[in-house]
T-cell receptor, first 115, second 114 residues
């Protein structure tokens, strides 16, 4: 069964450094998403992306965050200047565009640790 | 943000019995509700969904019930199996121009005892 894959599984970065989290969505999917889960808290929506532009973003997704689909397969989340509070699990998800409702499929996440 | 709430952090059920997980929501604009299952070190795995215009959806051992007047949904698993032990997340979807925004509950850890 097709899967969403995320790399790396664990990223350790110094505060203030830039980090890029990578995702390969399921190949025929057209909607892409990023979520995060801070330890002990809920999974939170960050951003949705369709047709090479952001569809919606949450309050968390400020100017320090950006997303990009640099080629036909990858979907990236960049944090420009990381803060301690960015430490979390980051999940990528994708869903197809088939007219009817299709659930999002999630990757296994990248654990981001900011030191 | 308390739009979706799962009030039980944990639930323990005997193998073979029914597991019932509950979820409450506050926003009437959600158009779909979903249940995801999560094992440690893995991402959420989709289980079952229900449209806001339905009141029941069944898929094998899993049934989701939606009570719109009470803004409440539940997931029934019967019979429960040891492999069902995981964290279960309720999520509500608001669809904007085809893109879904999922709002998650806190999760309920289900343990199935042999």
């Amino acid at each position: 069964e097709p899967e969403v894959t995320q790399t790396p599984s664990h990223q350790v970065t110094q505060m203030g450094q830039e980090v890029i989290l990578r995702c390969v969505p399921i190949s025929n999917h057209l909607y892409f998403y990023w979520y995060r889960q801070i330890l002990g808290q809920k999974v939170e929506f960050l951003v949705s992306f369709y047709n090479n532009e952001i569809s919606e973003k949450s309050e968390i997704f400020d100017d320090q965050f950006s997303v990009e689909r640099p080629d036909g397969s990858n979907f990236t989340l960049k944090i420009r200047s990381t803060k301690l509070e960015d430490s979390a699990m980051y999940f990528c998800a994708s869903s197809p565009d088939r007219g009817t409702f299709q659930p999002q499929h999630f990757g296994d996440g990248t654990r981001l640790s900011i030191l | 943000d308390q739009q979706v709430k799962q009030n039980s952090p944990s639930l323990s059920v005997q193998e073979g019995r029914i597991s019932i997980l509950n979820c409450d929501y506050t926003n009437s604009m959600f158009d779909y509700f979903l249940w995801y299952k999560k094992y440690p070190a893995e991402g959420p795995t989709f289980l079952i969904s229900i449209s806001s215009i339905k009141d029941k959806n069944e898929d094998g051992r899993f049934t989701v019930f939606l009570n719109k007047s009470a803004k409440h949904l539940s997931l029934h698993i019967v019979p429960s199996q040891p492999g069902d032990s995981a964290v279960y997340f309720c999520a509500a979807s608001a669809t904007i121009q085809g893109a879904q925004k999922l709002v998650f509950g806190q999760g309920t850890r289900l343990t199935i005892n042999p």
